[in-house]
């Protein structure tokens, strides 16, 4: 919560114009020809996450996003050892477990790269007259409060990298008469909740306007709604993802007019979703920017 604060947020400002920005040259490069949207957009999410964390783009932050990539794929996987957790023969048959073990113990080794050279350029900052001359990035402010010791018990450099990716169950429990086991990974289904008819009219239907003059926020005050999660484990990147869409949305959309490929109608733009932990649409979207007359762009 400290680390993605609305006062914390406001500091990557310059990281978000920044690639917006080059986002927006880059389009206003190729218009008229089909961009794929889905990756430009993915792109820019990780650009500004990563400079946000880890600060200046280098070889580990690159590998980081491939091995990250990768997980996202594997976890995505349906999983019968999952499913049946009790049988512990299909788990120790599961081949995207073992996967993922072998990425998860990847990550932790970029991890520790990436704290091992911000240790390093803290030690030198300390030792020159003035000391920090840049903004901090996230995993400066996680070392800053170890060194503070701000935590007790301790901060460790385990707690930072733990901070940094995904959580399991850490004891038996039951949920609605479900044996949760230990070390499962759970995953509140939002998007079924989302579309419950017992909560939404027309729930299938997309229609934004639902919301205007709703009561209905999207911050984890209204468990019919929880895009972000709610509760404790809430997500506290609410912030920060705002200020990039805000942004980002509006700089597409201030930009360009954008056209379905060949003769498609917009009713029957492909919208089939991807299964997965997150949903994503099947196909990648392919547009055509088509540039407005106007050339300046609006800082956010
Ligand atoms: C539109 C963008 C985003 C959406 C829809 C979203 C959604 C979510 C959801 C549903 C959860 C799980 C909450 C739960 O378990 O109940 C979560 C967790 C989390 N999110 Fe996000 N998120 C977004 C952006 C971000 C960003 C940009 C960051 C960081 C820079 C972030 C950091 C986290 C973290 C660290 C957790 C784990 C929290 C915990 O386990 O205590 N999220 N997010």
């Not at 499913?83 to 073992?98: A, H, I, Y």
């Not at 949903?279 to 920017?289: E, G, H, K, S, Y």
Request: aromatic content about 8%.
């Amino acid at each position: 919560m400290e680390l993605l604060s609305p006062k914390r947020v406001q500091t990557f400002k310059a990281i978000r114009e920044d690639e917006v920005f080059s986002l927006i040259k880059s389009i206003s490069s190729q218009k008229g020809s089909t961009i794929n949207l889905s990756r430009s957009v993915a792109s820019l999410s990780y650009s500004i996450t990563s400079r946000a964390a880890f600060g200046k783009r280098n070889k580990d932050t690159e590998r980081f996003k491939e091995t990250q990539d990768e997980l996202n794929k594997l976890s995505s996987e349906f999983s019968l050892a999952d499913m049946f957790p009790s049988v512990k023969l299909l788990e120790l048959m599961s081949v995207s477990r073992f996967r993922i073990e072998k990425v998860h113990r990847q990550i932790n080794g970029i991890l520790e790269s990436i704290i091992n050279e911000h240790k390093g350029k803290m030690q030198e900052s300390a030792k020159q007259e003035g000391g920090e001359g840049k903004e901090d990035d996230l995993v400066d402010v996680l070392l800053k409060m170890q060194k503070r010791g701000d935590f007790e018990p301790q901060l460790t450099d385990t707690n930072v990298r733990a901070v940094i990716l995904p959580r399991q169950t850490y004891q038996q429990c039951e949920i609605n008469g479900y044996d949760i086991p230990a070390k499962a990974d759970i995953i509140v289904n939002a998007w079924a909740i989302g579309r419950d008819p017992k909560y939404w009219i027309e729930a299938e239907k997309f229609n934004p306007s639902r919301f205007l003059d709703s009561e209905i926020d999207y911050r984890g005050n209204n468990f019919e709604y929880i895009p972000c999660g709610a509760g404790r484990r809430i997500c506290p990147g609410i912030s920060f993802s705002q200020a990039v869409i805000e942004l980002a949305l509006a700089q597409l959309l201030f930009h360009f007019d954008w056209k379905l490929l060949g003769e498609v109608k917009p009713e029957e733009f492909d919208m089939t979703e991807n299964l997965g932990v997150t949903i994503r649409p099947r196909n990648d979207i392919q547009l055509i920017p088509i540039a407005y007359g106007g050339s300046c762009l609006i800082k956010g």
